[in-house]
């Protein structure tokens, strides 16, 4: 059984202390939730499990499905089978919804087993139809460049598409609620809830607002302050925040710390 596990992971940015000992077990086929207040750690969290250059891990581990991910690139890690949502999708004109797709599943197939020739076109021209049609997407976004011209909704529902595709073992996704309106954001949250149900897939959502967990439903709900997870429940405890907001956290912090 895969799982994204995160051992007292100490993150600086220019030299300055963002997280400060985060530790987070993420198992296939769960969705855990983080919130917690603007600029506590979150998306440096996001960022640094994607790899990105500029986070530097001072202290801790990230291992996925056992082994450390930490001296791997982003490409690396996604081939394992983790996926990361970004915030802002890149577009890449003169590359096809398809091709890109084709592409990037045949890198996967190919760490799963390098001896692996790569999905057939015709093979993929009918795996990629099941999926948009079970995602309800239009078959005409299969021609398209991608993301070029697509609204924030579309590129949400390719980067969906693509998980059904690659069929990743987590799914990164931080902020996913930014900018998409309600339809959007059902769509989207149906696409993820369905590919966890049908391919086990293991979540961990972001996001600043619990509106985004009336759709996705987390298992487990983790409140990040100062760069910690300093607090986890259920899925009440996200409609506790909501109507509390994190004050209280903080409070019972400070009286623990007493
Ligand atoms: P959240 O996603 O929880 O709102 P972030 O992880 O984006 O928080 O930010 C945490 C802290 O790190 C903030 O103080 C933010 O200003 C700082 N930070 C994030 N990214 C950078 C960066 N690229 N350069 C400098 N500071 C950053
Ligand atoms: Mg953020």
Do not use: C
Request: net charge negative.
């Amino acid at each position: 059984m895969s799982e994204l596990k995160i051992n007292n992971l100490h993150v600086n940015i220019d030299g300055k202390p963002i997280l400060q000992g985060v530790n987070l077990t993420v198992p296939q086929g769960e969705v855990h939730a983080i919130m917690g207040p603007n600029g506590t750690g979150k998306s440096t969290l996001a960022s640094t499990l994607l790899g990105h250059p500029s986070y530097e891990i001072v202290e801790g581990e990230i291992l996925f499905k056992g082994k450390s991910i930490m001296d791997l690139g982003t490409d690396e890690r996604s081939r394992m089978g983790l996926f990361l949502a970004f915030q802002y999708p890149v577009s890449i004109p003169g590359v096809t919804v398809a091709n890109f797709l084709r592409t990037a599943l045949n890198a996967r197939k190919k760490a799963i087993n390098p001896e692996d020739k790569g999905i057939p076109v015709p093979e993929f021209r009918k795996l990629l139809k099941e999926k948009m049609e079970e995602l309800k997407i239009d078959s005409s976004f299969a021609g398209r460049y991608l993301n070029e011209g697509f609204s924030g909704g579309e590129k949400k529902r390719i980067e969906v598409l693509q998980m059904a595709v690659l069929q990743p073992e987590i799914a990164i996704l931080d902020e996913i609620d930014s900018g998409l309106d309600i339809d959007a954001l059902r769509i989207v949250s149906e696409g993820v809830n369905l590919l966890r149900e049908k391919q086990n897939l293991g979540v961990l959502v972001i996001t600043h607002y619990q509106r985004l967990l009336n759709y996705i439903k987390p298992d487990v709900v983790h409140v990040m302050m100062d760069g910690k997870i300093v607090e986890s429940g259920g899925p009440d405890l996200a409609v506790h925040l909501e109507e509390h907001g994190y004050e209280w956290v903080r409070e019972k912090l400070e009286e623990e710390a007493l």
